[in-house]
């Protein structure tokens, strides 16, 4: 089992910026692959932003369109911890922020039922 802890959302003005650290215990994550998710009111969960691993291609990162040039996912397996780092936030990036591990490599734009375990979230809120 995994067990992962998000944090460091918070309020934050348009333009700012916030990083977001996933912590996880229970396993070394350094062979899982690891997602943000988030889920905005009355809204569905939306991949975010993933670091796959696998053994053939290594580490690959992918981002959805809205957040390319703004976010970047990182990974320290030193710390067991992933973080995300926000810039240039969007009041339409207000949403609960989901960490998320996969034993498998999922793909480019993948699907939360890709992933095997969750964290419960934290909640990123940007004013205009």
């Known amino acids: 089992q995994v067990q992962l802890v998000e944090s460091g959302g918070g309020l934050v003005q348009a333009g700012g910026s916030l990083r977001l650290s996933c912590a996880a215990s229970?396993?070394?994550?350094?062979?899982?692959?690891m997602g943000w998710f988030r889920q905005a009111p009355a809204k569905e969960r939306e991949f975010v932003a993933t670091?796959?691993?696998?053994?053939?291609?290594?580490?690959?990162?992918y981002y959805v369109d809205s957040v390319k040039g703004r976010f970047i996912i990182s990974r320290d397996d030193a710390k067991n911890t992933v973080y995300l780092q926000m810039n240039k936030l969007k009041p339409e990036d207000t949403a609960v922020y989901y960490c998320?591990?996969?034993?498998?490599?999922?793909?480019?734009?993948?699907?939360?039922?890709?992933?095997?375990?969750w964290g419960q979230g934290t909640q990123v809120t940007v004013s205009s």
């Open positions: 998320a591990a996969a034993t498998s490599s999922p793909g480019s734009y993948p699907s939360p039922d890709e992933y095997d375990y």
């Open positions: 229970g396993r070394t994550i350094s062979r899982y692959s």
């Open positions: 670091i796959n691993w696998s053994y053939w291609s290594g580490s690959r990162t």
